[in-house]
């Protein structure tokens, strides 16, 4: 098997794994298919080759924000929301031809949320839910082919779909005023969103004064024409007696480069933008949701060896931002949200 070209170690350090966490929860950004600038399969010579990934992402959210507002009394009085979440996204990719790839992403995750106001707001409780998230099933074409003696240059489209394999209503016990009793967990840590979406990716670089200088940039929207899931969310505000289908971003951006061609080592430098909408594109948007965004500065590095890759990169919070909703809006509040201070993530991939 001939190795592949030296751009396809910067792919690797361009991976998202999105499950935004932005939890009074988290606002949550379900996981949609991986960002992956797959440059190597764009420019390989073997016109058939699979590649299996294995993405982990964690998150610790408990800062909370009204709007870009934060409230460190949250935390000063030990009232503030903690959701710790660990991601493993696996993914299987074909590549057809040098225009076509396919792939099949199932994330699996585990979950804790500890707080007061779900509990007898005395003690604090934590609340568990782990299991399988939505499937995601993806169809990529790469529309640039390369050029002889001009930069190096890729444009892909994505389009693909996501299935509610994911539970939407786990339960655990609540420590209530009046006794333990079963209720579902907070949306923020449920497996799944409950509805059946549209997904659709841009991924686009170039190189710059060298060959060994990228500049990249990636965006990913799932639309989610579900406006309620019908799981009940214990609130009693009047629109958020049930969970919100929301929709959800991603986009990423920066400048990446390869340190050491013959060693397959890359870094890069990106600004990442998560976020969830208050009013979706299509359907409703009534029911309970956390709308926000949140702007990361993420460095990261990539090593390839052969058919190995291994990635790593740490986003760090630089912007956020939890907006009203359409519950909040009628009923003339502003909830809040926890977000967190940096996300942890590193990915692993073999092809054959």
């Known amino acids: 098997m001939c190795r592949a070209p030296l751009p396809l170690a910067l792919a690797a350090t361009l991976l998202v794994l999105p499950t935004v966490a932005l939890a009074n929860g988290c606002i949550v950004v379900r996981p949609t ?20 990934a294995v993405s982990y992402r964690y998150l610790y959210s408990d800062r909370h924000f009204r709007g870009s507002h934060e409230e460190p009394h949250r935390q000063e009085l030990e009232t503030d929301v903690r959701n710790s979440v660990h991601t493993f996204d696996h993914t299987l990719t ?25 509990h007898d707001r005395v003690n604090r409780h ?24 001009k930069p190096a240059r890729g444009l892909t489209l994505g389009l693909g779909i ?29 497996p799944g969103d409950g509805g059946t979406g549209l997904i659709v990716e841009m991924q686009a670089y170039r190189s710059f004064l060298s060959e060994r200088n990228f500049a990249f940039f990636s965006a990913s929207y799932l639309i989610n ?98 907006v009203k909703s359409v519950a ?8 809040d949200a926890a977000f967190a201070d940096y996300l942890l993530q590193a990915s692993y991939s073999y092809r054959w």
Request: glycine residues 10%; without cysteine.
């Open 33 to 52: 298919a991986p960002l992956v600038f797959d440059l190597g399969d764009a420019h390989s010579a073997e016109p058939t080759r699979w590649e299996y």
């Open 328 to 335: 909040d809006r009628r009923n003339g509040r502003h909830g």
């Open 225 to 322: 024409p579900r406006e309620t899931n019908g799981v009940i969310t214990h609130r009693s505000a009047p629109g958020e007696e049930v969970m919100s289908v929301p929709d959800t971003y991603q986009v990423r951006t920066g400048v990446a480069r390869v340190f050491s061609p013959d060693k397959g080592v890359t870094g890069d430098l990106a600004l990442r933008l998560e976020g969830v909408p208050a009013e979706d594109l299509v359907g409703g948007s009534d029911g309970f949701r956390r709308p926000g965004y949140a702007l990361y500065l993420e460095p990261g590095v990539s090593v390839e060896r052969s058919a190995h890759r291994f990635s790593f990169s740490l986003p760090v919070a630089i912007e956020r931002n939890r």
């Open 126 to 149: 934590s609340m568990h839910a782990n299991g399988i998230g939505d499937l995601r099933l993806m169809a990529y074409r790469n529309m640039l082919l390369p050029e002889p003696g």
């Open 162 to 190: 996501k299935l509610p394999t994911g539970k939407t209503d786990v339960k655990d016990t609540a420590f209530r005023p009046g006794g333990p009793e079963r209720r579902n967990v907070d949306q923020s840590i449920q």
């Open 94 to 118: 074909w590549q057809m031809d040098e225009r076509w790839r396919f792939s099949a992403s199932l994330p699996i995750q585990r979950a804790s949320r500890s707080s007061l106001y779900e």
